[in-house]
């Protein structure tokens, strides 16, 4: 059993700034990655970011590609997502993504406004 905490989200205008976190609890060995994906009113969720748990090695969906950084603590079971540039576009749930063989694990999800 995994449970994951997600916190950060919320009201931001075009343009600026928001990091996002989310720590994992429970039974967590094997871990392969830890990830971001969103959901817009009416929408899929769609992925967003990733992030190898072994190594440095992570992927991004182009739609943020230069704008959003993903990095992680071991030690702290713990995966970051920082956001720049800010767009109304980014607006959605956000949600943390846990990958074990097998499973996958994800958070309550976390509201993100961008205004224009």
């Known amino acids: 059993q995994v449970q994951l905490v997600e916190s950060g989200g919320g009201l931001v205008q075009a343009g600026g700034s928001l990091t996002l976190s989310c720590v994992a609890s429970g039974r967590t060995f094997g871990i392969r990655t830890m990830g971001w994906f969103r959901q817009a009113p009416g929408k899929e969720r769609e992925f967003v970011a990733r992030?190898?748990?072994?190594?440095?090695?992570?992927a991004y969906a182009d739609s943020v590609k230069g704008r959003f950084t993903i990095s992680r603590d071991n030690a702290k079971n713990m995966v970051y997502l920082r956001m720049i540039s800010l767009k109304p576009e980014d607006t959605a749930v956000y949600f943390c993504?846990?990958?074990?063989?097998?499973?996958?694990?994800w958070g309550q999800g976390t509201q993100v406004t961008v205004s224009s």
């Open positions: 992030i190898m748990w072994s190594g440095s090695f992570t």
């Open positions: 993504n846990l990958d074990l063989p097998g499973h996958q694990s």
